[in-house]
């Protein structure tokens, strides 16, 4: 790409790389002081509350976690939901959203409106546990998947992304004898890398972070993804769980360092996706794909 | 929707516009194929669920179910309107959605052009992955980092103001710092991660159009604003759409971490009211009939929205 | 061709489905189907002779980081001839699994009740009669009939008893100070409230830690109105135990001049800067960690956290000396301590599980095992020369805290009864003499306790609004200990819980009271 190298653009430039700079050094120092919690002692992080590059280093925390494989084995689970929902999600969603991107298609608007209102009102858990039930799904890793495989919101930006296409790639693809089926696959699925790279990221985290519907549909512990684990550790070791029972006698809560060292390792595999993807991100990556 | 349905059943005493609407139907047929997959989960596991609203009209006892639980009529609503606290919820949870909405909403927009503007592909890169990191920590780390470096005792801003010569300022539990704090521990989380929807629409941008521009000269400024602006104006009308939906979720988790006594004339919202005040005891029905009433507002401002934003020749959500 | 190839991807994908949901099932052995409602068949002799064992399965709290090691699950069944099925509950999320649980008809044989307040929230359901009542059956077994009426009664509804209890300490209430600070200063224990306000002001002003700068607090305390600091002074102070009887009628703690002083007492310690100014938004680790790091010296609450505490402090300053203490009298000269009900969680048994009552009295013959000291022991302490060892007749659990994190501690959750009901109960032997003393001390509060006498009485207005009618209180209460409402302003507040509700609260105590009574 040739630059232009006015004296205006070096300024904005210069500018502007310094606020990023700024920006991405205010973002990241929480994580820093996460991270280096992780890989120091407990009576360290007692007594700096906010530690960037630890005096004492130790291990401890990640030999404490990792001493059993119950986190392995979540991650494996976490792993495997993000990997079969996002797939799953992905092509639920793409097809709804080509279909009803399509301005000619009767009903579309009755359909869509039906999708956003799912967006303000909800039944409840007791409704949707009563579902998952009766559809045999208690105690299977499909109920962390299939009744949340569609998010309204990710239909509706897919939709808009569909919509946004250049008109007449259709119109000009019927003409060549492509039917709907056709269309959706050769043409408009290659064009729309971009947003196909966003949805996946925006279900790959919600299939990530699934919690919720873990604790309720899933019975068997074995079967706990990772956020499961993580938030008992955060809950136990930030001390906000009230000690109503009185088990704090007998129960001592997880160090601070083992809290740390489990964010950073139920974070690092889901933040790695996104590098993968950025390359959908590009300037001019839909002209790329159509050329190619 | 309901233009939609009134136009169907024109057509059908019409015979001639209907065997037109039936061709129409059987040439688009693949479209509905694609549509079915989608349309039978919303019915399954949104439509069916939300029966359960219902129990907003009884007073519900889970060991009785919803058939057999009493009907109480607007019992429940009547108490939410002629709660003590209602006024003062409803004016917390309008001004810190617009708070939300005036300071948070252009940020990550803001954020994403100057990263657009970036040529190095590896700096961009890096700050991308870096600024879309806090999303992924939770409130409970968020809040109590916050809390260790606002806090009076030792925290480190406080000891800064002391060593500039100010006052200590009680952030935590005061009514003034309460929504600043709200607004900025948002932004610090959700910015980065908001820039990934306008990135990806700004990727589809065709790149001859910023050197036509530059061979008219005009400047960085004058591009973006004719070009980049433009191109995702669409996203940016559908994500503001779907955020004054959003008006009265606010975030219970974040919010319930940094209520306190000294701030709840500000910070008491919907939520964490219902959750005091029913959930933690029980109460099905109550917590349900606020929600419906929560849900009530957001569609009546989300239609007026899909309107709004039809009327400026957008193409709106639905 | 197009849509040959879609239909493909479609059918994979509707593959990957039905696999995901097989490979969810794949372990045959935890099918759902094999869940309660498989469990109507009961011991059945096999052809070996031997009993088959009973299926029995329990929805438990979990308050470890992780799920437990299944070694001690497997020798319970076989002592007790079951087949234990036990779900475990992270402890953040445990009444909404249960009260899912509980609505979809899905909850286990046994289900355990996390706390008192968890199981006031049940009243209703247990008098619609979904739960079994078990008090009539109890004197059929040798070591359930030992529960102590008087906890069973706290733990009833209507005069009937469904629930089996885990045993707590009374009043673990005192507080947890730093004795080489106080020896420095030459201060002894304070044994009034005028002495401990002395403390706190000595560890502040004098610069008990001699580093020459003034960076010490007395007291740390946190975001915890009950088992923090506040509830304990107010003993001290001689304020009743969240009800009252005031002229023959019960009245509400706040409405007594003791709970006022109290206030007071803390807003002369907090105006003064003797404790940490954010006590109201301090979290538990936030609060330990201003005394681990020397910042403060003054810890009231339960005493047993002086063990955690000492080994952490030992570890950023080896010259920190902790020590406990219990009795400090308020200007009455009287010393007193409020007290729990006596119980923990409880356990309940869903009519909706336990189908007929011979199935009932399989799973309470399979608690009544549970509850011998053979078992209890077990549970609570491990396999002796694995995670413990015995001296003197008294338990050394192992050091090893993760291996005791993993193996024994989650089961700790399924106790029944304990030390004072249960004879051959193992007691630990506390090498740390701070620790040694606090339990002492628990022990030696007991003949000043001062009880609820609301604990078991009823009053619907308080089931649906006490909660909220409860934060107008606190949130009066520490305004006024900050300093930003005076005592006419507490005074309305109290007016306005009254006017909202209070009112019909107290009569409705009353009355429930007067009936009991």
Not at chain 1, 198 to 227: C, E, G, R
Not at chain 2, 11 to 34: C, D, F, G, H, W
Not at chain 3, 327 to 340: C, F, H, R
């Amino acid at each position: 790409m040739v630059q232009d190298k006015t004296l205006g653009s070096r300024i904005f430039d210069a500018v502007n790389y310094s606020l990023l700079v700024i920006i991405a050094l205010v973002t990241f120092l929480p994580f820093i002081h996460v991270i280096a919690g992780s890989f120091t002692t407990v009576g360290e992080l007692a007594q700096k509350q906010f530690v960037i590059i630890p005096t004492v280093w130790s291990l401890d925390a990640y030999k404490y976690i990792f001493s059993t494989n119950t986190i392995m084995k979540s991650m494996g689970v976490s792993i495997g939901v993000t990997i079969f929902g996002t797939l799953f999600s992905m092509v639920l969603t793409a097809l709804m959203a080509y279909g009803l991107s399509r301005r000619d298609l009767d009903g579309r608007r009755g359909i869509m409106f039906m999708v956003v209102f799912t967006m303000l009102f909800s039944g409840g858990m007791i409704p949707s546990f009563l579902v998952v039930k009766e559809l045999g799904l208690i105690d299977s890793l499909a109920a962390l998947i299939v009744p949340t495989a569609i998010n309204a919101f990710n239909l509706i930006i897919m939709r808009n992304f569909f919509q946004n296409l250049p008109d007449g790639l259709e119109e000009s693809a019927k003409m060549d004898g492509c039917s709907d089926w056709g269309i959706l696959l050769r043409i408009v699925i290659p064009l729309s890398m971009p947003a196909i790279a966003t949805i996946s990221l925006f279900y790959a985290v919600t299939y990530w972070n699934t919690y919720m519907t873990a604790i309720l549909y899933l019975n068997d512990a074995a079967k706990w993804p990772v956020q499961v684990i993580l938030r008992q550790i955060v809950i136990l070791a930030s001390g906000l769980a009230a000690d109503t029972s009185g088990m704090d006698d007998f129960v001592r809560p997880p160090e601070q360092t083992v809290k740390m060292a489990v964010i950073v390792v139920a974070t690092v595999p889901i933040l790695l996706v996104y590098p993968f993807l950025q390359k959908h991100f590009a300037k001019g990556a839909l002209l790329g794909s159509i050329k190619g | 929707m309901m233009r939609d349905t009134a136009v169907g059943n024109a057509m059908v005493t019409k015979p001639k516009q209907s065997s037109e609407l039936k061709r129409r139907l059987i040439k688009n047929r693949a479209l509905y194929q694609m549509i079915l997959p989608g349309f039978l989960f919303f019915v399954i596991f949104k439509y069916i669920p939300m029966g359960g609203l219902v129990i907003a009209l009884q007073d519900y006892q889970p060991y009785l179910g919803i058939l057999n639980s009493p009907w109480v009529g607007f019992e429940h609503f009547e108490r939410l309107f002629t709660e003590p606290m209602f006024f003062t919820i409803l004016r917390n949870t309008l001004l810190l959605f617009f708070m939300n909405l005036l300071f948070y909403f252009p940020i990550p927009i803001i954020l994403a052009l100057m990263l657009n503007e970036v040529r190095r592909e590896a700096f961009k890169r890096i700050v991308q992955t870096i600024v879309y990191i806090p999303h992924f920590m939770s409130w409970v780390i968020i809040v109590s980092i916050s809390f260790v470096m606002l806090s009076m005792d030792r925290g480190i801003i406080n000891e800064l103001l002391v060593l500039m010569g100010l006052e200590k300022v009680n952030f935590l539990m005061s009514n003034e710092w309460f929504r600043p704090m709200y607004v900025l521990q948002i932004i610090w989380r959700e910015a980065g991660w908001g820039t990934i929807i306008y990135l990806a629409a700004m990727a589809a941008i065709d790149p001859g159009l910023y050197e036509a521009a530059r061979i008219d000269g005009a400047n960085r400024f004058r591009q973006i604003w004719h070009i980049t602006l433009p191109s995702i104006r669409s996203v940016i009308m559908v994500l503001l759409i779907l955020k004054i939906g959003d008006v009265l979720e606010l975030g219970f988790e974040h919010i319930y971490l940094l209520l306190n006594s000294m701030n709840r004339e500000v910070a008491e919202i919907f939520d964490t009211y219902v959750y005091t005040a029913g959930l933690r005891q029980g109460q099905f029905s109550y917590s349900t009939a606020v929600g419906f009433f929560k849900s009530v507002v957001g569609l009546i401002l989300v239609m007026g929205a899909n309107w709004l934003s039809k009327k400026a020749g957008e193409e709106g959500i639905y | 061709m197009a849509k040959k190839k879609a239909s493909a991807l479609l059918a994979v994908f509707t593959a990957f489905a039905v696999l995901t949901g097989c490979a969810g099932n794949s372990d045959g052995s935890n099918s759902p189907a094999a869940g309660p409602n498989n469990n109507t068949q009961t011991a059945t002799e096999t052809p070996a002779g031997k009993k088959e064992p009973v299926k029995i399965s329990i929805m438990a709290n979990l308050h470890t980081p992780e799920v437990p090691d299944d070694t001690i699950e497997k020798m319970l069944e076989e002592a007790t001839n079951t087949d234990l099925k036990i779900q475990w509950v992270p402890d953040g999320s445990y009444d909404e699994k249960m009260n899912a649980s509980f609505a979809t008809g899905t909850l286990p044989q046994a289900t355990y009740i996390k706390n008192q307040t968890s199981l006031a929230m049940l009243r209703d359901a247990i008098r619609n009669d979904q739960f079994w009542e078990i008090g009539p059956l109890l004197d059929q077994y040798p070591n359930l009939k030992k529960l102590q009426k008087e906890v069973l009664a706290n733990t009833s509804v209507d005069g009937k008893v469904y629930a089996l209890y885990a045993e707590r300490p009374l009043s673990r209430q005192g507080f947890i100070y730093r004795k080489d600070w106080a020896d420095k200063l030459g201060l002894s224990a304070p044994t009034t409230t005028e002495e401990f306000f002395t403390m706190v002001e000595k560890f502040t002003t004098d610069d008990p830690d001699g580093n020459g700068k003034d960076d010490t607090i007395g007291m740390t305390d946190r975001s915890d109105f009950v088992y923090g600091a506040f509830k304990t002074v107010a003993s001290w102070f001689g304020t009743p135990n969240n009800w009252g009887m005031q002229e023959g009628k019960l009245m509400p703690e706040f409405m007594f001049p003791q709970y006022m002083e109290t206030l007071q007492f803390f807003k002369r310690i907090h105006s003064a800067g003797y404790m940490n100014q954010d006590f109201p938004v301090t979290s538990k680790t936030d609060q330990q960690s201003l005394l681990l790091t020397g910042k403060a010296g003054v810890y009231v609450g339960s005493m047993g956290d002086v063990a955690g505490l000492d080994q952490k402090i030992t570890e950023v300053n080896p010259d920190a000396l902790l020590d406990v203490h219990h009795k400090v009298s308020g200007p009455n000269s009287e010393y007193g301590t409020w007290a729990i009900p006596g119980f923990g969680s409880v356990v309940l048994f869903p009519k909706s599980a336990v189908k007929s009552e011979e199935e009932l009295k399989n799973v309470l013959s399979f608690y009544d095992q549970l509850m011998s000291a053979e078992l209890m022991n077990l549970i609570t302490w491990g396999i002796e020369g694995k995670h413990y060892t015995i001296e003197d007749g008294k338990v050394i659990p192992s050091t090893d805290t993760a291996l005791t994190d993993r193996e024994t501690k989650p089961y700790l959750s399924l106790q029944i009864g304990g030390i004072s009901t249960i004879d051959g109960m193992l007691e630990a032997k506390h090498i740390l003499p701070s620790k040694a003393k606090a339990e002492e001390l628990i022990v030696d509060n007991n003949n000043y306790l001062i009880h609820d006498p609301a604990a078991a009485l009823d009053s619907l207005t308080y089931n649906q609004d006490g909660a909220r009618l409860q934060e107008i209180i606190k949130d009066a209460s520490y305004k006024f200990m900050l300093g930003n409402i005076d005592e006419a302003g507490f005074q309305a507040a109290v007016d306005q819980w009254l006017k909202q509700g209070g009112q019909k609260i107290i009569d409705e105590y009353n009355a429930s009271y007067a009936a009991v009574k």
